[in-house]
């Protein structure tokens, strides 16, 4: 079966870190632009951060610069997303998503997972 499972959300308090994973089964990462994106309660799903296949560069939205970091191993066939000084805002499901290049548009990402739930609490 061809998917990608992410993994690593949680509770945790504002300033603290978390870092998500999106292991893939079926296919090979490292043919594939990976994405991730978040989803807020009774928002449209944004693309945060994206690592690009054709050279290796990172891209990220204004709201996550600077606090998060997306990396690859392709040996562990996995994509991670470490998140440092967690905000109340960044309280939503993060999704991870497979594409030819970083700069399609939403809909020609595939391979989307189930998601994980990040909560950022006091």
């Known amino acids: 079966q061809v998917q990608l499972v992410e993994s690593g959300g949680g509770l945790v308090q504002p300033g603290g870190s978390l870092r998500l994973s999106c292991a893939a089964s079926g296919f090979t990462l490292d043919s594939y632009s990976i994405g991730w994106f978040r989803q807020a309660p009774g928002k449209e799903r944004e693309g945060i951060s994206c690592i690009s296949i054709s050279d290796g560069n990172s891209h990220y939205s204004d709201s996550v610069k600077g606090r998060f970091t997306i990396s690859r191993d392709n040996a562990k066939n996995t994509v991670y997303l470490q998140m440092n000084s967690l905000k109340f805002e960044d309280t939503a499901v993060y999704y991870c998503?497979?594409?030819?290049?970083?700069?399609?548009?939403?809909?020609?990402?595939?391979?989307w997972g189930q998601g994980t739930q990040v909560t950022i609490s006091s």
């Open positions: 998503a497979a594409a030819p290049s970083c700069g399609v548009g939403r809909s020609d990402f595939g391979f």
